[in-house]
Nanobody
């Protein structure tokens, strides 16, 4: 049974950085597509980034492209989301999710992902 655990969230000021981690146990991530999703206060959850099983394909929501970087270390069974130049509108609970799909593609359709972590709070405020 795949279990995902996010970590690395916290309270930061605008312009600062955070790196989120999504650590997996129970199965190896090397045949899973991974997505990062965010739920801002009072809003629906949205996809912000994804990475293919081998790391060769990545996608980003337009509002985070150029500031966020998704990466994975399959040897450590972990996926990362490096978030730079954070803005107050980046505030929310960040979730990672996994879909078993060993293909060179990724997408951020929330309903496609059956495995989810518990979320990590990120607050960007001065």
């Amino acid at each position: 049974q795949l279990k995902l655990v996010e970590s690395g969230g916290g309270l930061v000021r605008p312009g600062e950085s955070l790196r989120l981690s999504c650590a997996a146990s129970g199965e190896f991530l090397n045949h899973f597509m991974i997505g990062w999703f965010r739920q801002a206060p009072g809003k629906e959850r949205e996809g912000i980034s994804c990475v293919s099983f081998d790391g060769s394909v990545t996608n980003y929501k337009a509002t985070v492209k150029g500031r966020f970087t998704i990466s994975r270390d399959n040897a450590k069974n972990t996926v990362y989301l490096q978030m730079n130049s954070l803005k107050p509108e980046d505030t929310g609970v960040y979730y990672c999710a996994a879909l078993q799909r060993p293909q060179t593609l990724c997408f951020m359709a929330e309903y496609s992902y059956p495995n989810w972590g518990q979320g990590s709070q990120v607050t960007v405020s001065s």
